[in-house]
């Protein structure tokens, strides 16, 4: 019996161990290559080349971006995925034809995911607009740029629309997560941020519980600012969405004082992932916006 015992923990400590190991080598990641996405492009039917680029910001990140750029004279479409997530969340979009005829399109890793300093998570929703304008200066110099975000990356781009005015040509936002108080605080986030317990999750995981973590006071340290929005702004979210509740559309119908125009569309089902399950509500929405 003794021995049964002490095999079973043996084997548990092992377990344990390469589960550790696995998490902190790379595993669930959750991104995509560069040299994977050429190929994922074109199996979806896109005849452009992707390109890279790795920006210096402001903040002292290296941020990561993908873009399909037809001419520089189109429109710019700059999107933010969730948490976690990277680039790879708006493979579809860069791979749309119909889409990139009309605009060139920027899927940003946001810092923390993807290839912009993985792992390492940025709590400042300031200082990631900041790093969204260093890819904006880059790409596109002296032009304003449309804004998708999805989840977190929502809150993102307001605040970007916020401290950038006259660089944001609209929003267009996805099941954001804007509302302060809609969010919510389980004792479980203050455990898994610190080690031991922060040692269990993938690099990806971890980033995404600690900007979760602080999101409540960033939401409120910025709502002051929302009065600076005036670009039109576009609302997609779903009724049923239980991670990010409907709640934050009459969050933002209520602070969006400024904005040329507000058009929600609130969809009855759709839950959380409605920027890949109703892919054509959004990309109408983005559409909308591009032709003014």
Same mark, same amino acid.
């Given at each position: $019996?003794?021995?049964?015992? /002490?095999?079973t923990c043996y084997s548990l400590l %092992?377990?344990?161990? &390469? #589960?550790?190991?696995? $998490?902190?080598?790379?595993?669930? +990641?959750?991104? &995509?290559?560069?040299?994977?996405?050429?190929e994922q492009l074109r199996a979806k039917g896109q005849v452009l080349v992707p390109q890279f680029l790795d920006v210096a910001s402001s903040t002292g /990140?290296?941020?990561?971006? !993908?873009? !399909?750029? &037809? !001419? +520089?004279?189109?429109?710019w479409v700059f999107m933010l995925h969730g948490s976690p997530g990277s680039a790879d969340a708006y493979l579809d979009y860069l791979a749309d034809t119909s889409l990139s005829h009309q605009a060139n399109l920027v899927a940003i890793d946001r810092a923390g995911f993807g290839y912009s300093d993985y792992g390492k998570a940025e709590t400042s929703l300031q200082r990631q607009a900041a790093d969204v304008k260093a890819v904006a200066d880059r790409l596109?110099? *002296?032009?304003?740029?449309?804004? !998708? *975000?999805?989840?977190l990356g929502s809150p993102v781009i307001f605040r970007f629309a916020m401290d950038y005015p006259d660089q944001t040509a609209g929003i267009v936002n996805v099941a954001g997560s804007v509302d302060a108080g809609l969010e919510p605080h389980? #004792? #479980?986030?203050? %455990?898994l941020d610190v080690p031991p317990m922060s040692w269990l999750l993938p690099g990806s995981f971890w980033a995404s519980n600690h900007e979760i973590r602080y999101l409540a006071p960033e939401l409120k340290w910025m709502e002051p600012l929302w009065a600076n929005i005036r670009c039109p702004v576009e609302i997609v979210h779903a009724q049923d969405d239980s991670l990010v509740p409907a709640g934050n559309v009459d969050f933002c119908k209520k602070m969006l004082v400024g904005a040329a125009n507000v058009k929600v569309n609130l969809l009855? &089902?759709? +839950?959380?992932f409605i920027?890949?399950?109703r892919r054509d509500v959004v990309?109408?929405?983005? %559409?909308e916006l591009l032709k003014g």
């Open positions: $019996m003794r021995r049964i015992l /002490r095999f %092992v377990l344990l161990l &390469t #589960w550790i190991i696995a $998490m902190q080598s790379g595993c669930m +990641d959750m991104r &995509t290559p560069n040299s994977a996405w050429a /990140r290296s941020i990561h971006a !993908v873009a !399909v750029i &037809t !001419v +520089d004279s189109l429109p596109a110099p *002296g032009r304003k740029i449309l804004l !998708v *975000g999805h989840s389980p #004792w #479980w986030q203050s %455990v009855p &089902t759709g +839950d959380h920027l890949w399950s990309i109408e929405s983005i %559409v």
